[in-house]
């Protein structure tokens, strides 16, 4: 059976101070790198066949760290899997993006909680289009521009897990981003919701079944440790 794990990348500095990284990347901190152990832990014996990774550095940091019990695994760098481009936002607190972005969508944004269900109930596009309009610089992606890339990814990472699968040669890991994390699971499981974002070090196994791809839930145990 086809099976594909899905990994958000251990925690960052950012991620603990509240900034918005996208395609600028910030270290990892001590928490997660332990939660990044905890992940090699959690795939030691899990037969891996392939592993993809975003080549931003967060994620490749996390990858080493989870592959440290498959040594003879080499994973493949993707450009397709970075996280969304937040345009003149990256780097900036997450507040001043999410704030207009939720009311152009007439939600109210409040870390806790944030009505993420509401805002992102029609899918992703509409929410990062909504980023791109109002991005003063132009630069932030469409939700075309993610919706192509995440086509293309999951092509090469599907094929790898068929290929895997019909020769009985083990799963597939993709270490990468939480929001585009949400769109991959989103385009791959249609009617699977997965909330507003895996935590960090979150594991999404999802497998083929009766002709479809089924997902199980979130696994954050990785990402509690203290």
């Known amino acids: 059976m086809a099976q594909i794990h899905f990994v958000r990348h251990a925690e960052t500095l950012f991620n603990v101070s509240g900034q918005l990284q996208g395609w600028c990347d910030s270290p990892l901190t001590e928490r997660g790198e332990r939660q990044a152990a905890a992940l090699c832990e959690r795939m030691r014996d899990v037969p ?7 080549d931003l550095t967060r994620t ?20 397709e899997l970075r996280e969304w481009h937040f345009g003149s936002w990256e780097g900036q607190p997450n507040a001043d993006l999410w704030t207009p972005v939720f009311e152009a969508h007439g939600k109210r944004y409040a870390p806790s909680p944030a009505d993420w269900p509401g805002v992102t109930a029609d ?13 003063p610089i132009g630069r932030a992606e469409t939700g075309a521009d993610v919706t192509a890339r995440v086509t293309a990814a999951l092509e090469i990472v599907v094929a790898a897990a068929g290929r895997a699968a019909e020769q009985d040669a083990g799963d597939v890991l993709v270490v990468t981003h939480g929001s585009v994390l949400g769109s991959l699971l989103r385009s791959l499981v249609p009617e699977h919701r997965f909330g507003a974002s ?7 196994s999802v497998s083929w079944q009766e002709g479809k791809w089924a997902a199980a839930g979130v696994d954050s145990s990785c990402g509690q440790v203290a």
């Open 48 to 54: 891996l066949a392939a592993a993809f990774v975003s």
């Open 60 to 79: 490749r940091t996390t990858m080493t760290a989870a592959l440290a019990g498959h040594p003879q695994l080499e994973p493949t760098p993707l450009r």
């Open 123 to 135: 899918g992703f596009d509409s929410v990062i289009d909504s980023i791109h309009r109002l991005d």
């Open 198 to 204: 895996v935590p960090n070090c979150g594991v999404v």
